[in-house]
């Protein structure tokens, strides 16, 4: 049977595009980044800094508190600004000014004798899919690619740059299909890495063209993954969809262009699946 599904998908999304969608909503539960000591949540560019959700504290911090960063352990930079104080020499007057400042933190997870204060993340009783089960490890194993699960973080994320993608538990998840969705987007995005597919070949800011046809790439080939190995819940697609609306009003609608992003995830998806570009859909 030649039923190409690939297209078919993308029929769907730009007809339920058309149709209108419900707002999208993050379908794990998690904590967003705070530190562990002042239990402020970081912001700003921190939010792009820190990799992962959860609690975070400097080398002292985990030092005054008894506990110690595990040997081989790599901390993430932070940025903050430090009122600094200067005495005008013709005036006296004390003039203020804020000085960019860094500071090495470590995850909680990073981190021995030292017990998290965050509320437990209430687990779900979920049961891994084979099929989704077997695509992942087989892709990985092809890949390459490095995978980390971070038990209570809020991210969800692939880092080009260490190629590697990390990503909450699937207790965290309501449903087992919502858990594969996210983790096929990851697994989408890294397909672009210079030693893949060869598509993330440029810095792209938070926003533009080139990030919004990234993310359209990503979600469309979940789609099409989860289709590809029979997982097809109406629930999961439409906020799928929701996704894909948000990043496509940023280019005002422009269907083509989500079109030209479904070639993109199509090529994704063959990778992910082991399927030669010469055989088809």
Same mark, same amino acid.
């Given at each position: 049977?030649?039923?190409?599904?690939?297209?078919?998908?993308?029929?769907?999304?730009?007809?339920?595009?058309?149709?209108?969608?419900?707002?999208?909503?993050?379908?794990?539960? #998690?904590?967003?980044?705070?530190?562990?000591?002042?239990?402020?949540?970081?912001?700003?560019?921190?939010?792009?800094?820190?990799?992962?959700? #959860?609690?975070?504290?400097? $080398?002292?911090?985990?030092?005054?508190?008894? #506990?110690?960063?595990?040997?081989?352990?790599?901390?993430?930079?932070?940025?903050?600004?430090?009122?600094?104080?200067?005495?005008?020499?013709?005036?006296?007057?004390?003039?203020?000014?804020?000085?960019?400042?860094?500071?090495?933190?470590?995850?909680?997870?990073?981190?021995?004798?030292?017990?998290?204060?965050?509320?437990?993340?209430?687990?779900?009783?979920?049961?891994?899919?084979?099929?989704?089960?077997?695509?992942?490890?087989?892709?990985?194993?092809?890949?390459?690619?490095?995978?980390? $699960?971070?038990?209570?973080?809020?991210?969800?994320?692939?880092?080009?740059?260490?190629?590697?993608?990390?990503?909450?538990?699937?207790?965290? $998840?309501?449903?087992?299909?919502?858990?594969?969705?996210?983790? $096929?987007?990851? !697994?989408?995005?890294?397909?672009?890495?210079?030693?893949?597919?060869?598509?993330?070949?440029?810095?792209?800011?938070? #926003?533009?063209?080139?990030?919004?046809?990234?993310?359209?790439?990503?979600?469309?080939?979940?789609?099409?993954?989860?289709?590809?190995?029979?997982?097809?819940?109406?629930?999961?697609?439409?906020? !799928?969809?929701?996704?894909?609306?948000?990043?496509?009003?940023?280019?005002?609608?422009?269907?083509?262009?989500?079109?030209?992003?479904?070639?993109?995830?199509?090529?994704?998806?063959?990778?992910?699946?082991?399927?030669?570009? !010469?055989?088809?859909?």
């Amino acid at each position: 049977m030649s039923l190409d599904i690939y297209k078919m998908i993308t029929d769907k999304i730009l007809a339920q595009l058309e149709a209108g969608v419900i707002p999208w909503k993050k379908c794990w539960q #998690g904590s967003e980044p705070i530190n562990y000591v002042t239990r402020k949540p970081y912001n700003g560019v921190n939010l792009l800094l820190l990799p992962y959700g #959860g609690e975070w504290l400097t $080398f002292k911090q985990t030092k005054d508190k008894g #506990g110690h960063v595990r040997k081989g352990e790599r901390g993430s930079m932070i940025v903050f600004y430090k009122q600094l104080e200067s005495v005008d020499e013709d005036t006296g007057k004390v003039k203020k000014y804020p000085m960019l400042r860094y500071s090495t933190v470590f995850h909680i997870s990073q981190v021995d004798g030292i017990e998290s204060k965050l509320e437990a993340v209430q687990d779900n009783d979920i049961e891994p899919i084979q099929a989704a089960e077997n695509t992942f490890n087989d892709y990985v194993a092809r890949s390459g690619v490095k995978v980390q $699960f971070v038990k209570g973080s809020n991210s969800a994320h692939y880092s080009p740059t260490s190629d590697q993608i990390t990503m909450p538990m699937i207790e965290q $998840f309501t449903t087992a299909e919502e858990y594969y969705s996210v983790l $096929f987007h990851e !697994s989408a995005h890294s397909t672009g890495h210079s030693s893949r597919l060869n598509r993330l070949t440029e810095s792209a800011a938070f #926003g533009s063209n080139s990030y919004s046809k990234e993310e359209l790439t990503a979600e469309i080939a979940a789609c099409m993954t989860l289709s590809k190995i029979g997982i097809e819940v109406q629930e999961v697609f439409e906020n !799928s969809v929701a996704y894909i609306k948000g990043w496509s009003k940023k280019l005002k609608e422009d269907k083509k262009f989500i079109v030209q992003a479904s070639s993109q995830a199509q090529k994704a998806t063959n990778l992910i699946l082991n399927i030669a570009e !010469s055989a088809g859909a």
